[in-house]
């Protein structure tokens, strides 16, 4: 059974930094890819960043330069350093997984190349 858990969220001004982590059990890691989304109420889940299985990284270009994504394969991590955010940055981010599948890089920030979801946590920025 797969399982992610998201923490990290929370309340910051403009300007400030947040790091989100994921920490995944259950998959097999033969050949994988991991992401982020965020979503606000009322809005369809976006992509904000995904790894291919090979470490290349994909952002969306609201968040280019700002955020970064990295993991730890050795404790099944994947993190989001998040930073100079602003207030169109709050929403619910998500960590998705994809299991036994070489992902390829443009497809990691792509809603439907993932299996597994997290339960999300909240960031909320304020102006």
């Known amino acids: 059974q797969v399982q992610l858990v998201e923490s990290g969220g929370g309340s910051v001004q403009t300007g400030g930094s947040l790091r989100l982590s994921c920490v995944a059990s259950g998959l097999t890691y033969s050949t994988y890819c991991m992401g982020w989304f965020r979503q606000v109420p009322g809005k369809r889940r976006e992509g904000v960043a995904g790894?291919?299985?090979?470490?290349?990284?994909t952002y969306a270009d609201s968040v280019r330069g700002r955020f970064t994504i990295s993991e730890d394969r050795a404790k099944h991590a994947l993190f989001l350093q998040m930073d100079n955010l602003n207030p169109e940055d709050s929403a619910t981010y998500y960590c998705?997984?994809?299991?036994?599948?070489?992902?390829?890089?443009?497809?990691?920030?792509?809603?439907?190349?993932?299996?597994?979801w997290g339960q999300g946590t909240q960031v909320t920025v304020s102006s």
């Open positions: 998705a997984a994809r299991d036994t599948w070489r992902c390829p890089v443009q497809k990691v920030v792509i809603i439907g190349t993932y299996d597994f």
């Open positions: 790894l291919d299985h090979d470490g290349l990284a």
